[in-house]
């Protein structure tokens, strides 16, 4: 039964019509978002900038491993500040605390997965009638993965941004077994217009924006070789600065671990950097205002840039993979090599591509009108949380387990410490068992 069926029902033994209860539910919908990472920070964030005027936002920055800087929070907030203002930093006890007190309507879920169920658990424990729960994936959701879907099994909505991902989750989810819906929302930080003509094209002064990313490519090797097209195409075009855009500077954290940092690459390249070629940090969409083009593997930059006529290079010399995050560009036109990064022949993306990639029509976004039906649902006192079937091993203990394992040296319960005291070994355990049981599979 879809979800508008079951609210008519419930409605109708009530007495009330649906629109009658979303009418009572319009002027009182508070949405309370909860992010962790730079990068949730900033989805979330820009995501409650486009829920309608009459929901009431606010976000919370959970303290866990990848607690993002000052600096990193500016970067993830700007162009929200007017709406989210400074948010507070807070332990997953007081953010419980917090959930009592404002007794939000709606609670968006904008964290790693692994924290999903953590925190979703603190939630149904901080609340007398439990909000909706929502979540989503903050970027590039290309192919489908069943962490994604797994971490997420107990919330009640996941908010994706294109047709391609909607269509690839929800086979992925019937696959696994797991009940899902899925809505879909423009991705929220996409620029809303393209820039003036007079700051596009290689020929001008400007900025050429590498986007770096954590964890791709992964290898040293890969990283200097990027590094070493960029520095040869910056000595090709001395009235172009060559900005290696990342993420986080030394010491701060972001969603995923850094092996190979590029402001220490960049000292190793042999002949040394030109003076044009820079590492520099800071919100993306201010580079992007002085770009004449973009370079990256596979970063969520990329969309960005499209969406603002910036022409793009997809390097693909590492390869076209699951692992490389860009899949999602086959198709695109947007795929170059070595020898287009260093003279700068960067491309536009095909039309065709365009639609089932996160440029589909504003009106096909239906990711409100999906929450605002669970909230008519949950109006009914008909609300149960899903029940999950994997995972629930072990009780309390794998529970206090899952928590030390999200939040670290942020959790500071008894529970968790005993709990990463007997899980440990067990774990390692477990693990040797599986590796023979492959071998004795083969």
């Known amino acids: 039964m879809t979800i508008t069926r079951a609210v008519a029902d419930d409605a109708a033994a009530s007495g009330a019509s649906p629109r009658e209860s979303e009418s009572a539910l319009s002027d009182r919908v508070t949405v309370l978002a909860i992010a962790d990472s730079d990068s949730y920070v900033k989805w979330g964030a820009a995501l409650l900038g486009q829920a309608p005027g009459h929901w009431r936002g606010s976000l919370i920055v959970l303290a866990s491993p990848v607690l993002p800087s000052a600096d990193q929070l500016a970067a993830a907030l700007s162009g929200t500040e007017e709406t989210i203002g400074s948010p507070p930093i807070l332990d997953l006890s007081a953010l419980a605390v917090a959930i009592a007190t404002l007794k939000p309507d709606v609670v968006l879920l904008s964290v790693r997965g692994a924290l999903v169920p953590v ?10 009638v439990r909000p909706v729960i929502v979540s989503g994936l903050p970027g590039i959701s290309i192919p489908a993965t069943k962490l994604a ?48 003509q007079k ?30 097209w960029l520095a040869e195409s910056a000595r090709r075009h001395p009235y172009l600065r060559v900005v290696v855009k990342v993420r986080a500077a030394r010491g701060e954290q972001q969603t995923h671990g850094e092996r190979f940092d590029y402001a220490d690459l960049i000292g ?36 960005e840039a499209i969406a603002l006529s910036i022409p793009v290079i997809i390097v693909k010399d590492s390869g076209v993979s699951a692992e490389l995050i860009n899949v999602v560009f086959d198709g695109s036109g947007l795929f170059g090599d070595c020898g287009d990064v260093v003279e700068g022949r960067f491309r536009h993306p095909n039309a065709t591509w365009l639609d089932d990639n996160y440029f589909h029509a504003a009106e096909q976004n239906d990711w409100v009108e999906g929450v605002n039906e669970l909230l008519i649902r949950r109006a009914t006192g008909d609300f149960p949380l899903k029940e999950l079937e994997k995972g629930v091993l072990g009780g309390v203990l794998r529970r206090a387990w899952d928590r030390k394992r999200a939040l670290g ?19 390692c355990a477990m693990t040797v068992l599986r590796a023979v049981r492959r071998r004795r599979t083969r």
């Open 199 to 228: 700051t596009r094209g290689r020929n001008q002064n400007g900025e050429v924006i590498f986007a770096t990313q954590a964890t791709v490519p992964a290898r040293k090797v890969d990283r200097l070789a990027l590094l070493s």
């Open 119 to 128: 925190v979703v658990r603190a939630i149904v424990g901080a609340s007398v």
């Open 409 to 427: 040296r942020f959790d500071r319960s008894w529970s968790g410490m005993i709990a990463l005291v007997v899980g440990t070994p067990l774990r």
């Open 268 to 303: 190793e390249l042999d002949p040394p950097a030109p003076h044009n070629l820079v590492v520099a940090g800071g919100a993306m969409s201010d580079h992007l205002a002085g770009a004449v083009g973009l370079v990256t593997v596979s970063s969520t930059a990329a969309i």
């Open 149 to 196: 879907v797994s971490h997420r099994a107990q919330v009640d909505y996941f908010v994706l941004h294109s047709r391609r991902e909607i269509r690839e989750f929800e086979e992925l989810a019937s696959h696994m077994g797991i009940e899902m819906l899925f809505g879909l929302a423009t991705l929220p930080f996409l620029p809303r217009k393209p820039l003036p």
